[in-house]
């Protein structure tokens, strides 16, 4: 009730300053999780009169290129590397403001129960984009699968790839396809909002599972020269409440991991 008060106080104080016209936002989503969570924020904030529009993708570019160009206010999908290799990549003065949730990303397979049962040669598929493409092979270096340059960091490609035991055989797609490239492949690396809406459990469907300690946490990003806009103070006080914590945690059973502390 407190945080609900608090919030409703912060959009009274917004429209006596600044009138009704700036009550409003547009955040850009994609679609699974993100948009899920995203809706339970639209509808605490309509109790107290704010207007919250969710646009769905989906994909990971054009979240970001609508956000550039003033289509959106902000956009809530993507985690911090991904956000700064993108910015950096197109020249684009976007930021981040707060932080939302970790999605861990996970191996799957349709036609193993097991790494012990990998074949030489495998196929395996992993998402194209540089940041999670880097994500992917840290992960299967994890799993020993692979050896990595030990200077390859966060946005090691496959020609970082210095030892390769399984022989394996590496296709990059968009990460979006990355669940229905299942039947063709003996392994997919998928990120978590991709396979809960393929219907995926990574905590109870994977063959190994991301650390609790990943430095993937996802963010709201806004433009850099209206990073202080009210509004945003607002979003992220209704995203950061008690009622998102409890709607993440009972809906994702611990395959989504809120990455905020309670105002």
């Given at each position: 009730?407190?945080?609900?008060?608090?919030?409703?106080?912060?959009?009274?104080?917004?429209?006596?300053?600044?009138?009704?016209?700036?009550?409003?936002?547009?955040?850009?989503?994609?679609?699974?999780?993100?948009?899920?969570?995203?809706?339970?924020?639209?509808?605490?904030?309509?109790?107290?009169?704010?207007?919250?529009?969710?646009?769905?993708?989906?994909?990971?570019?054009?979240?970001?290129?609508?956000?550039?160009?003033?289509?959106?206010?902000?956009?809530?999908?993507?985690?911090?590397?991904?956000?700064?290799?993108?910015?950096?990549?197109?020249?684009?003065d976007l930021e981040w403001i707060a932080p939302?949730?970790?999605?861990?990303?996970?191996?799957?397979?349709?036609?193993?129960?097991?790494?012990?049962?990998?074949?030489?040669?495998?196929?395996?598929?992993?998402?194209?984009?540089?940041?999670?493409?880097?994500?992917?092979?840290?992960?299967?270096?994890?799993?020993?699968?692979?050896?990595?340059?030990?200077?390859?960091?966060?946005?090691?490609?496959?020609?970082?790839?210095?030892?390769?035991?399984?022989?394996?055989?590496?296709?990059?797609?968009?990460?979006?396809?990355?669940?229905?490239?299942?039947?063709?492949?003996?392994?997919?690396?998928?990120?978590?909002?991709?396979?809960?809406?393929?219907?995926?459990?990574?905590?109870?469907?994977?063959?190994?599972?991301?650390?609790?300690?990943?430095?993937?946490?996802?963010?709201?990003?806004?433009?850099?020269?209206?990073?202080?806009?009210?509004?945003?103070?607002?979003?992220?006080?209704?995203?950061?409440?008690?009622?998102?914590?409890?709607?993440?945690?009972?809906?994702?059973?611990?395959?989504?991991?809120?990455?905020?502390?309670?105002?």
């Open positions: 009730m407190k945080q609900v008060f608090v919030i409703g106080a912060m959009i009274l104080l917004l429209l006596a300053g600044q009138g009704a016209a700036a009550y409003d936002l547009s955040v850009g989503v994609t679609a699974g999780p993100h948009e899920e969570i995203m809706e339970v924020v639209q509808e605490l904030l309509a109790e107290q009169g704010f207007t919250l529009r969710v646009v769905t993708f989906v994909d990971f570019v054009t979240p970001n290129i609508a956000l550039a160009d003033g289509e959106l206010d902000a956009n809530s999908y993507q985690h911090i590397p991904f956000l700064e290799q993108f910015a950096k990549d197109r020249s684009l939302t949730v970790v999605f861990p990303m996970a191996v799957y397979s349709q036609r193993l129960e097991s790494l012990s049962g990998l074949p030489s040669g495998a196929m395996v598929s992993i998402p194209n984009d540089p940041t999670n493409g880097g994500r992917a092979l840290l992960l299967l270096e994890a799993a020993g699968l692979l050896t990595l340059r030990s200077d390859a960091g966060l946005a090691a490609t496959v020609f970082d790839i210095t030892d390769n035991p399984y022989q394996l055989r590496i296709t990059e797609m968009d990460a979006a396809n990355l669940p229905r490239s299942l039947p063709d492949v003996d392994l997919a690396v998928i990120n978590t909002n991709y396979a809960i809406e393929a219907g995926m459990n990574p905590v109870e469907d994977s063959l190994v599972l991301e650390g609790a300690d990943s430095p993937y946490i996802c963010v709201i990003a806004v433009r850099s020269d209206q990073r202080d806009d009210p509004r945003y103070e607002m979003l992220v006080a209704a995203y950061h409440s008690q009622v998102v914590l409890d709607f993440i945690e009972q809906r994702f059973q611990g395959s989504v991991v809120a990455a905020f502390d309670l105002k």
